[in-house]
């Protein structure tokens, strides 16, 4: 590639194999594992990863949306995919032409399923959706035998799986969770022929191996990052083998001297305490800088921290780059990543913008070009 700009995210897939790698072997060997690749694979590029985490042991790959299981469909992948989302009945006509299983709560769905697969000649794959407690999706405990007699015996139609989501697994407190557990178990107790079962995120399969059944559905840690803050000590042991798959980075475009008492980019919410080094980075909340963040954050530039300051804007951020010897336009910026060094996590970011690293990784914008290490 001639050009590239400036502001970019680079991906190591690398570290993305090793980490389900460093997973394959944490887990049971007879546990499968579900690679979740949902939001364009947590804003690290859905196609990309999901080769390697079938290379690399994934039984299964877990999309949001159905396009996104297309897109892994039509970039040539062949590995069982579940729609984590369900769909609509107007999706029920792609979901069997590409091969995609749905989770399922509902008898019309289960319905226009079986009668588009008898349509397009195909058995349908479904995983059971029990709603244990997050108030979500799912169908509630209590209705699950009905709904099982419903649709057991619709032709074209496979029960594959049966799932449950968690709603408090990175909470400090597990009763909740321990909760939701006890009655997936109970449910489960009830049914013959059980098929897959999965109900792990992250948070539980690490916290609760009697979470594991007999597939897990693993998403942030395949990334390289941890859920919460609260319970990072919990993940500091285990976790310690796990490395961060994304860096952010830009570069300045232009240094400026600023005299002291000058008010800094729109609104004036930061004034030059004194004469100072402004520099200004092509990235903004355009690019998913969140605007939210001004004021907060630093980044690393010569290996050193500097203080954003000023509000973010659409395309620009502004640095103060005064303490940072010897910097030119030119210099390399990081946002979260590592430099010289120096590490500034996702999960700092994450906190000061009084969110999850989640939120952060996948609004990386559109606009900003992945560049892969293999
Ligand atoms: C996103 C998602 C996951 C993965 O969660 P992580 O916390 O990223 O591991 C698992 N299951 C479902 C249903 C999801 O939507």
């Known amino acids: 590639m001639a050009y590239h700009r400036a502001t970019r995210a680079e991906i190591d897939l690398r570290a993305f194999r090793h980490n389900l790698q460093s997973l394959r072997n944490y887990l049971a060997p007879q546990t499968q594992i579900m690679a979740v690749v949902k939001a364009d694979a947590y804003g690290h590029g859905a196609v990309p990863c999901a080769r390697i985490a079938i290379d690399s042991g ?19 992948i062949n590995t069982p995919i579940l729609i984590l ?66 649709i057991q015996n619709l032709p074209n139609l496979k029960i594959e799986g049966i799932s449950t989501h968690f709603s408090s697994a990175d909470n400090e407190d597990l009763s909740i969770t321990q909760e939701q557990i006890e009655k997936f178990r109970i449910t489960l107790a009830k ?18 191996p009697e979470s594991h059944f007999n597939m897990v559905r693993p998403g942030l840690i395949l990334y390289g990052s941890l859920p919460s803050p609260s319970i990072n000590k919990v993940f500091s042991q285990k976790g310690n083998h796990f490395q961060p798959v994304m860096q952010w980075k830009s570069q300045i475009i232009l240094i400026k001297p600023i005299f002291k008492g000058q008010p800094i980019s729109y609104s004036g919410s930061f004034v030059t305490r004194k004469n100072s080094l402004v520099a200004t980075l092509p990235i903004g909340y355009a690019d998913g800088l969140h605007r939210s963040l001004s004021n907060k954050i630093d980044v690393l530039i010569r290996g050193k921290r500097a203080p954003q300051i000023g509000n973010i804007c659409m395309d620009m951020t502004l640095i103060d780059v005064t303490k940072i010897k010897g910097v030119e336009e030119g210099d390399e910026v990081v946002l979260f990543g590592e430099q010289e060094g120096q590490v500034i996590q996702v999960e700092e970011m994450a906190t000061k913008g009084e969110t999850i690293p989640y939120e952060i990784l996948c609004n990386v914008g559109k606009r900003v070009p992945r560049i892969y290490n293999n």
């Open 191 to 208: 049914l013959k022929n059980l098929p897959i079962v999965h109900c792990a995120n992250t948070s539980a399969l690490f916290r609760i």
């Open 58 to 76: 994934a039984d299964y790959l877990g999309a949001g949306v159905i396009e996104e299981g297309i897109e892994l469909r039509k970039s040539g």
């Open 85 to 150: 989302g369900s769909i609509f009945p107007n999706e029920v006509e792609d979901l069997v032409y590409y091969d995609l299983a749905t989770i399922l709560f509902n008898l019309p769905l289960a319905q226009a399923l079986s009668k588009e697969g008898r349509k397009q000649n195909k058995i349908v794959s479904v995983h059971i959706k029990l709603d244990t407690g997050m108030n979500r999706l799912g169908v509630s405990p209590k209705y699950l035998t009905t709904l099982l007699d419903q």
